[in-house]
């Protein structure tokens, strides 16, 4: 079984900054894509970025400049570093991973979410 648990989620004033982290925990042979997604009330679960085993990076349009995304594959841990916030940043954030798992020798590659972390930027 694979766990994605994630931590670093709060309240925060405009301008603030947060570091998210995702680690991943389990029977994992290897990880490829690793992402964070997010989902404000009402509104459709978009995209934040994402990061490749390689380091490729790509970030959502309303992110750039301001969110990095970094990953430490020999902690199985994803970070978003989270800097000139704003009220609008303000969701649920989500880590996802696609990640190769096994059971004795049996392998599967499946998408696994975390639980999700409230990001709230507020004054």
């Known amino acids: 079984q694979v766990q994605l648990v994630e931590s670093g989620g709060g309240l925060v004033q405009p301008g603030g900054s947060l570091r998210l982290s995702c680690a991943a925990s389990?029977?994992?042979?290897?990880?490829?894509?690793m992402g964070w997604y997010r989902q404000a009330p009402g509104k459709q679960r978009e995209l934040v970025a994402h990061?490749?085993?390689?380091?490729?990076?790509n970030y959502a349009d309303s992110v750039k400049g301001r969110f990095t995304i970094s990953r430490d594959n020999a902690k199985n841990t994803v970070y978003l570093q989270m800097i000139s916030l704003k009220p609008e940043d303000t969701a649920l954030y989500y880590c996802?991973?696609?990640?190769?798992?096994?059971?004795?020798?049996?392998?599967?590659?499946?998408?696994?979410w975390g639980q999700g972390t409230q990001v709230t930027v507020s004054s």
């Open positions: 990061i490749t085993s390689g380091g490729s990076t």
């Open positions: 996802n991973a696609a990640i190769t798992s096994y059971s004795g020798r049996k392998y599967r590659t499946d998408e696994y």
């Open positions: 389990g029977s994992i042979a290897s990880i490829h894509v």
